[in-house]
Each structure stands twice: as C-alpha cells, then as structure tokens.
C-alpha cells in the first residue's frame, strides 16, 4: 500500500497536539488533549506510550487508516532533554510503529516552524527556558531545559516572577536596593506589610499560584522607567539567553546566516522591546554571525507537520506547502485554541 500521510505531534507538558496531513501538506484531521510527557506520570514511558498510542490510534481509526499509510512522523517532546531520555521515547515511538520519525524536545519545533530555511536556532521563552538548533546538515544541539544551575536557564516566567520576588525581599531585608517593583509587587499578592512577606510568597510558591505573567508586567514597567533593579535582571536575563543561543549556534556547523526564531510567550507577547534588544546586543557581542532574528506568531505545533512532511519529501517543503500548513493550524488555533 502506498504511504500517503504523515503526522506530527507537539507534546508539551500541559497538552499535546496531534496532526495528521496528507503528503501533498492538506489537513486531514487532529487531536487537543492533555499531556503525553513521561515526566508527568508515575509510571514515565509506559503512560507517556499508553497516552500517545491511543490517541495516534484514535486519529488514524476515524480517518479509515492504519500505521502502514504514514510514511513519516515528527515528534516535538517536553520531556526529551538528555540522550537517555530521547532514547526511551524513541522505543516508544518504534513501539507505536514509526519507523520513518524525527523526535527531539519541543525547542526544536520552533525552528521549523520559523525558518523556511528548515535549519537555526530556537530560543524558547515562555513558562521555561531552552534552546535548540538544527544545522544546515541536520545535526542537531539542545542547550539548557534542565534548570537555572545546571544549565543556565535564566528566562522565562517561571524563573522571572522568582527573581522579582526576591529584588523585593533583598530591598527590604538584604540591604538590597530600593526598586519601583516593591509597592506593586505588596499589592499585586496582597501582602499587608513587609513583616508578612516572605509567608505570602512562600505560600504563592509552594502553591503554585504566583502570579508569573503580572510579575513580568511590573518588572518591565520598572525597566522601562529606569528603575535599576528591574533594568539588572532584564539585562541578566537576556545576556543568559545570548549565551544559550550563541553557545548552540558555535557548536555546530552554520555557515555566516543564521536564523534566530524566539519562541514562547516572553518573547511573543513582549511587555517591552527592553529584553529584546539587550539580547540582540549580547548576541552580537557573542558572535561574529549575521543574525536574522523572526519572532515565531505561528503555533510552534507548526513545525512538527512541516517537520514530518520534510521527512516524507526528502527536503524542506516549497513556500506554497509551508503556507497552506500554517494557515491549517492558524484555522485551528482560532476555532479549537490549540
């Protein structure tokens, strides 16, 4: 039988999106549902197979076909972050039946997405922080995704709102300096003194209800003011990022261009053009690379079908296919929020 469809999955660790197209890039049929991540559950790969089966299952069934009509598979994984792990999940993907698959941490994904190139480097920053690069000659490096001490992943919300928080506990009890991020950070998490405010964001904290895209806000109204704690972790955070993004880029094989896609909701959505440009500046520090820098609008779930389709075609697909695959999913996202 011919193989005429491919699918492509972007599993993050809130929900996965499941895509499957016809080689010639039309849409045939998806699937929004909760996360496929092994880190998510007890029993890791056995869920995360259990998970990703029954749903690849699901969409092939209720289109009247089967594992031997994909031809190719690209998987975009929270999750797949050292060898070990991609290892595991690809005997999952072997076990679901793709012999023909792409499968790498959802950084990636973003390159493909972004680049019609087909190759760059991924800065992702939006709840968390990595980066991800595919070279002109497929290779492929992640840098960061394991945590701020190990590996430098300084950006982010969830890392940000941490920092904020602590500018403010340093005012007042470190001999840290005053900063305009003190009164509306105290009104934002209704702390009524600061006698009282280490238990409330211990309490936020612990509870997971931190307030990270507010912070933010505050923290770049005060950089935008000039208020020079809130200019420092700005400036921390985007040298952090610059050095992620130029350490993946040095360590492979690109010629002098290089496309830059910065993805998640830090950068799409930017409060301030501040970090923006610090980073651009760093990076030029950094490197001696001709930059050209796309800000990724289209869902990064993008990447994995033209990812899949490359698989499928042997090459980057032409711009009239890449066009058609992301106004398919741009049509999804505003009528399913994908």
């Known amino acids: 039988m011919n193989k005429k469809y491919i699918i492509g999955v972007d599993g993050g660790n809130s929900k996965t999106d499941y895509f499957l197209y016809d080689v010639q890039g039309n849409f045939i049929d998806h699937i929004n549902t909760g996360t496929c991540s092994h ?29 031997d009509d994909i031809t190719a598979g690209a998987f975009g994984l929270a999750g797949a972050d050292v060898p070990s792990q991609k290892e595991q999940l690809c005997q999952v993907i072997e076990r679901i039946g793709f012999t023909h698959y792409a499968l ?7 390159v493909k997405a972004g680049s019609e190139k087909g190759f760059g480097i991924c800065s992702i920053n939006g709840s968390g922080t990595s980066t991800g690069g595919i070279s002109p000659s497929g290779d492929r490096l992640q840098v ?14 969830f890392f940000l709102a941490r920092k904020i928080v602590r500018a403010v506990y340093d005012s007042f009890y470190r001999m840290g300096q005053e900063t305009k991020m003190t009164e509306p950070v105290m009104e934002l998490l209704q702390i009524p003194g600061k006698q009282f405010f280490i238990e409330y964001a211990v309490d936020a904290i612990l509870k997971r209800t931190l307030p990270n895209t507010k912070l933010m806000q505050i923290m770049f109204t005060a950089a935008d003011k000039g208020d020079p704690v809130a200019l420092d972790i700005v400036d921390h955070t985007a040298k952090q990022l610059a050095c992620s993004t130029v350490g993946c880029m040095h360590n492979l094989d690109f010629g002098h261009e290089v496309d830059i896609v910065l993805a998640g909701s830090v950068w799409v959505k930017a409060e301030s053009p501040l970090l923006f440009q610090r980073y651009k500046e760093y990076v030029a520090r950094l490197t001696h ?10 869902p990064p779930a993008t990447g994995a079908v033209l990812w899949a389709l490359e698989l499928a075609w042997g090459h980057p697909v032409d711009s009239g296919t890449r066009r058609r695959v992301i106004e398919s999913i741009e049509h999804l996202r505003k009528n399913e929020a994908i």
Not at 104 to 110: I, R
Request: proline share 2%.
């Open 289 to 298: 690379h001709d930059c050209h820098y796309i800000i990724l609008y289209v």
């Open 39 to 67: 880190e998510r559950f007890p029993d890791s790969y056995i869920s995360a197979y259990r998970i990703m089966d029954e749903n690849i299952q699901q969409l092939l069934t209720r289109n009247y076909l089967s594992m």
């Open 104 to 110: 790498d941490n959802d950084s990636f994904l973003g």
């Open 144 to 157: 960061g995704g394991v945590g701020s001490e190990l590996s430098g992943d300084e950006a982010g919300g």
